[in-house]
Each structure stands twice: as structure tokens, then as C-alpha cells.
């Protein structure tokens, strides 16, 4: 049972962490407060985790029991893969994160940061037996990168890892996770965002095209193969974008870096 707590008394990080440290901190943080803004955030369930960039075998991630629209930099929890607490903490950590984030950071050491989240649409899409269909061009440009896992319950049990690793494979950067919702990483904190934020679109996009109930003007294969490869900026994807992400939240909820 989580001891109660308020956010206030959690004492300020920034000089006891390195500078890579709070630097992840505080974008995690921001990736947070972006999803609420978003409306994207589910009370107290998915997840985001970002890498300690100088202990890269441990991660950030969310405190248990404190609502996205609340994290700051320094209630955020650092574990490691199996799970171990190195934070002093009020809350405890969700399992599912640990099974999720711990074996993706773990086994693809080029990711950063990943969102899980359980949007309508996203999982609207997931159980949508085509998945994210070639339906334009914001969905075109996921094609190459997107991988799909299987339901196998609630995400529990460490064993479901394996299939989770397997499935997102080395080349990809999102994933539909069937009858569940969807997952990015990046190579930065930033990056998961920005691509967790296309495939939200594409989503929702597909949901609104496909309730429409009229014929759809589809894309010819020619099409569909190339456009991916026009998108060659993908990879760069958030360089430009999180920057003024971030000016945004330091104008309209700065007690994010707390
Ligand atoms: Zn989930």
C-alpha cells in the first residue's frame, strides 16, 4: 500500500543527480504533461520510461499512484530492469512497466525512451484485424517501422518479454500491441514522443476514415512503397519538434522541471 503524499514535499533532485540525469528527468517529465495535455493519459495506467543516459542499465519511470498531469522531474522513479527501487519514493512501481519498458530498454540498447498508452483509437486500431492501414499518407509513413505483438493477458509476467522483444524486432519504432493499445521508442526521449504523436493521428485518422460508411479512395501499391521511402527524414523525427514542445510547457506548466 502506497503511503500518501503530496507532490509538494518531494524535495528537488536537480543537485543530487548528474547532469545527464536531470536532463532525462526533466524531458520525461515533459513527455508526461505532453500526453495529458493530449487528453491521451488513462488515470493511472501506461506508461512512459526514458534511459539513465550515464547508468544505462537503469530506467525512469512514473510513481504509481500520481496522475500524468502531476509528474515532475524529480517524483519520477528510477529502477532497473528486473524492477529494483533506487529512488526514495512514496509510491510503489506498476508491474506492467517493469515487464514492458525493462525488457525493450534492455534488449534494444539504441532506445532512449518508450510510450505505452491505451488511447480510444490507438486501441481501436490494434484490434482492427488489418492493423494501421495504407489508408495516407500519415499512415504510409509508419509502414516501415511498425510491429505488431499479440493480447496475451494483462502485461504481469516477465515471460511475456520475449515475445515482446521478438516482435519489435531491431528496425522498428512503433508497435500496435492487439486489443491492448500502442507503443513507441526513440532514440531520444523527445523522438518516442513525437512518433507516439503521428501514430495517435494515424489512428485516429483510420477510425474516422473507416466510420465514414462511404467508398474509400485506396492508394495503388506503386504508392505505398514509395512513400516510406520519401519519409527518409523519419529517423531524424523530433529534433525540430520537441524543442518547442518543451517552450510550450515552460510557458503554460513550468513546475514540470520541479
Ligand atoms: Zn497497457
Not at 528510477?78 to 529494483?84: A, H, L, P, S
Not at 531520444?188 to 465514414?212: D, H, K, P, S
Request: with cysteine; glycine share 6%; hydrophobic share 40%.
Amino acid at each position: 500500500m502506497a503511503k500518501t503524499g503530496t507532490l509538494k514535499s518531494v524535495p528537488t533532485l536537480r543537485d543530487s543527480v548528474s547532469e545527464a540525469e536531470w536532463a532525462a528527468r526533466v524531458d520525461l517529465a515533459a513527455s508526461y504533461r505532453l500526453v495529458a495535455r493530449e487528453g491521451w493519459d488513462e488515470m493511472l495506467s501506461t506508461h512512459i520510461s526514458a534511459r539513465i543516459p550515464d547508468d544505462p542499465e537503469k530506467f525512469l519511470v512514473n510513481p504509481y499512484g500520481v496522475l500524468f498531469s502531476q509528474i515532475t522531474a524529480s517524483s519520477l522513479v528510477k529502477v532497473d530492469f528486473e524492477g529494483n527501487v533506487y529512488s526514495d519514493t512514496d509510491y510503489p512501481v506498476n508491474t506492467a512497466a517493469i515487464v514492458i519498458h525493462g525488457g525493450l530498454l534492455e534488449a534494444r540498447k539504441d532506445v532512449a525512451s518508450a510510450v505505452h498508452l491505451h488511447t480510444p483509437a490507438g486501441v481501436a486500431v490494434s484490434t482492427h484485424q488489418k492493423g494501421l492501414m495504407p489508408l495516407n499518407q500519415r499512415a504510409l509513413y509508419f509502414q516501415p517501422i511498425l510491429a505488431y505483438h499479440d493480447y496475451e493477458g494483462l502485461a504481469l509476467d516477465m515471460d511475456e518479454r520475449e515475445s515482446l522483444v521478438q516482435d519489435l524486432g531491431t528496425e522498428n519504432w512503433a508497435m500496435l500491441l492487439r486489443n491492448h493499445g500502442t507503443l513507441t521508442v526513440g532514440r531520444t526521449i523527445g523522438q518516442a514522443y513525437v512518433y507516439m504523436f503521428f501514430l495517435e493521428r494515424a489512428c485516429q485518422m483510420q477510425v474516422q476514415t473507416l466510420a465514414g460508411g462511404v467508398p474509400l479512395t485506396e492508394l495503388s501499391d506503386e504508392l505505398i512503397e514509395k512513400v516510406p521511402q520519401q519519409a527518409f527524414h523519419w529517423e531524424h523525427m523530433g529534433k525540430l519538434e520537441w524543442p518547442a514542445l518543451k517552450k510550450l510547457l515552460d510557458e503554460k506548466e513550468p513546475d514540470y522541471k520541479n
